[in-house]
């Protein structure tokens, strides 16, 4: 009987050990939309800005989590090509550049389920391209590329489609360059929807 027990026991321990320390790791790719928010940056040349509206995000993510908490970790790689063209009176003006997007997060599941939505925080850095500055085709200006750090807020949910593959459509507004910024740089903000398919590897 004790013998029974103590094998039990064990046993039990060892279960709970494994739902404990166990965790799920995903990779996703993913891509959606890119909406600046920065005035400078979305008035159009004739109005003295860069004439940039809404864009387009490509990247890949991945997920870690734990299966008796409702947090999820990430770590994600995001590119967003920023590019306008715009012809006033007879002369063509046009502009390019890519945002790129590294981050660190958690997510907060809300309430499990085949559709789990949750809400988000992440710690940005985020890498601004070197960017041209065109006119009728000829290059008359070049920046070079630099970096800041900044956060993204958002909500999001996770729907499973296969055993093995989840779908995540998320909404965030990410801070670009909260901080490193030098003295009188505006905030570029940008308002940014992805969907994602995560494959389970772990």
Known sequence: MKRSLLIFAVISLFFVYEQVVAQSVQIGVGGGLTVLTNEDATKSFSEGGLGLGTGYNYGAK????LPLSP???????????????????????????????????????????????????EF????????????????????????????????GATFTLLPIIDVDLAAKYQMNNMFGKEAEEDNFNSFVVTATVYFDVL
Do not use: C
């Not at 991945?62 to 989590?65: C, F, L, P």
């Open 71 to 121: 947090f999820n970790f990430t770590a994600g790689a995001f590119w967003h090509p920023l590019k306008s063209e715009e012809e006033v009176s007879g002369v063509k003006y046009g502009f390019d550049q890519t945002l790129s997007n590294y981050s660190l997060g958690v997510e907060m599941v809300l309430f499990p389920g085949p559709l789990k939505p949750y809400i988000s925080a």
């Open 62 to 65: 991945v997920k870690v989590g």
């Open 124 to 155: 940005l850095q985020t890498t601004f391209g070197e960017a041209t500055y065109k006119v009728d085709e000829v290059e008359v200006a070049k920046f070079d590329s630099f970096t800041r750090q900044g956060f993204a807020l958002g909500v």
